[in-house]
């Protein structure tokens, strides 16, 4: 069966041949392909030294997909203990428990991408005390940004304790950048950890699932598309000011295009940016992001192409999307087969 993601957008086939295609049913391609990403992810957040260490397999763990994911985030997690722990403890296990519930949540909804919730209906109404001030355990994105044009949506239904206004939003598919309005160099989630708690690791194994063909035919693939092409449209007057990549041409330091990516020549992309309305788009940020949704689109067309070998359960889930476009592909498999 001949998988087309155009049910999502013209645009969309395009964005998944930014990353290799790979079939989910060869070993040799699987190995191939997820050490890869995270060999991308890791060089961007920092811990490529601490996945270099890493065991390259788990022999305890038949998946060879979740055996590559837990060697990632083993990985992250260890070189998250060796970094400088940024946040108060307090603030680090609201987010904890915040984050996983989003996740259960927006799991079930199939917008774990972009995740949404009232803060005021959390167990700890996303607050955390210091100083004996009841503070807000996130940033409140509500400024038109890269990922959308705001999100003042419905107050929340209570009164918060510590001044939420606004539902609270996470932008978990492009971890650590969680926020439309804050793409600087670092991402924010890369600072939430702490001694005892580390919401980081929690952010990164939403990234790392979506990457598992079983979360990803969970995830309402609209919303991503929808996301990205906001992202496109915001970056793209910006990426087309920059010139093209011509070997034996290009001036050191400086910022290229190569492709669809950016390129810093002889020199480092954590130290580029781009400028506009707005705000402050790092190299980097833009570079990974863009990774994180050709990678989502990547692995649903992989997915779909190997429905018919994965567990009942999955295909199940995937029959029964709210996504139209994923259950069209599904129809057509069963109809194939």
């Given at each position: 069966?001949?998988?087309?993601?155009?049910?999502?957008?013209?645009?969309?086939?395009?964005l998944?041949?930014?990353?290799?295609?790979?079939?989910?049913?060869?070993?040799?391609?699987?190995?191939?392909?997820?050490?890869?990403?995270?060999?991308a992810i890791a060089?961007t957040?920092g811990?490529?030294?601490?996945?270099?260490?890493?065991?390259?397999?788990m022999?305890?763990?038949?998946?060879?997909?979740?055996?590559?994911?837990?060697?990632?985030?083993?990985?992250?997690?260890?070189?998250?203990?060796?970094?400088?722990?940024?946040?108060?403890?307090?603030?680090?296990?609201?987010?904890?428990?915040?984050?996983?519930?989003?996740?259960?949540?927006?799991?079930?909804?199939?917008?774990?991408w972009?995740?949404?919730?009232?803060?005021?209906?959390?167990?700890?109404?996303?607050?955390y005390?210091?100083?004996?001030?009841?503070l807000?355990?996130?940033?409140?994105?509500?400024?038109?940004?890269y990922?959308?044009?705001?999100?003042?949506?419905?107050p929340?239904r209570?009164?918060?304790?510590?001044?939420?206004?606004?539902?609270?939003?996470?932008?978990l598919?492009?971890?650590?950048?969680?926020?439309?309005s804050?793409l600087?160099?670092?991402?924010p989630?890369?600072?939430?950890?702490?001694?005892?708690?580390?919401?980081?690791?929690e952010?990164?194994?939403?990234?790392?699932?979506?990457?598992e063909?079983?979360?990803?035919?969970?995830?309402?693939?609209r919303?991503?598309?929808?996301?990205?092409?906001?992202?496109?449209?915001?970056?793209?007057?910006?990426v087309a000011?920059?010139?093209?990549?011509?070997?034996g041409?290009?001036e050191?330091?400086?910022?290229y295009?190569?492709?669809?990516?950016l390129?810093?020549?002889?020199?480092s992309?954590?130290?580029?940016?781009?400028?506009?309305?707005?705000g402050?788009?790092?190299?980097?940020?833009?570079?990974?992001?863009l990774r994180?949704?050709?990678?989502?689109?990547a692995?649903?067309?992989?997915?779909?192409?190997?429905?018919?070998?994965?567990?009942?359960?999955?295909?199940?889930?995937a029959?029964t999307s709210a996504?139209?476009?994923?259950?069209?592909?599904?129809?057509?498999?069963?109809?194939?087969?």
């Amino acid at each position: 069966m001949t998988t087309d993601l155009r049910c999502y957008g013209d645009d969309i086939q395009g964005l998944a041949d930014l990353v290799p295609d790979f079939d989910l049913r060869s070993p040799m391609d699987v190995e191939s392909w997820y050490p890869r990403e995270w060999q991308a992810i890791a060089d961007t957040l920092g811990f490529a030294q601490q996945l270099a260490a890493a065991p390259r397999a788990m022999p305890t763990t038949p998946d060879r997909i979740t055996a590559m994911t837990l060697v990632g985030l083993m990985a992250f997690e260890h070189a998250l203990r060796a970094g400088r722990l940024g946040i108060p403890e307090s603030q680090a296990r609201v987010q904890s428990a915040v984050i996983q519930a989003m996740t259960t949540a927006g799991l079930e909804r199939g917008e774990l991408w972009r995740a949404m919730v009232d803060p005021t209906t959390l167990a700890t109404g996303a607050c955390y005390a210091e100083g004996g001030r009841s503070l807000r355990a996130f940033y409140p994105d509500t400024a038109p940004g890269y990922f959308g044009d705001g999100w003042s949506g419905p107050p929340p239904r209570a009164e918060s304790a510590c001044g939420w206004q606004t539902p609270l939003v996470l932008h978990l598919g492009t971890f650590p950048w969680v926020y439309s309005s804050r793409l600087g160099d670092t991402g924010p989630g890369a600072r939430w950890a702490s001694s005892a708690s580390q919401p980081a690791l929690e952010g990164l194994h939403v990234v790392a699932s979506l990457l598992e063909p079983a979360t990803n035919l969970r995830q309402d693939a609209r919303q991503v598309a929808a996301i990205y092409r906001h992202f496109a449209t915001h970056t793209a007057p910006l990426v087309a000011a920059l010139p093209s990549f011509q070997p034996g041409r290009a001036e050191a330091g400086r910022l290229y295009r190569r492709g669809r990516f950016l390129l810093a020549h002889q020199g480092s992309l954590h130290v580029a940016a781009l400028d506009g309305p707005r705000g402050r788009l790092a190299a980097s940020a833009y570079n990974y992001i863009l990774r994180r949704f050709a990678s989502f689109f990547a692995v649903r067309r992989a997915a779909l192409r190997a429905l018919a070998t994965l567990p009942f359960e999955v295909q199940r889930r995937a029959a029964t999307s709210a996504d139209p476009c994923l259950r069209q592909q599904v129809e057509g498999v069963a109809r194939a087969s």
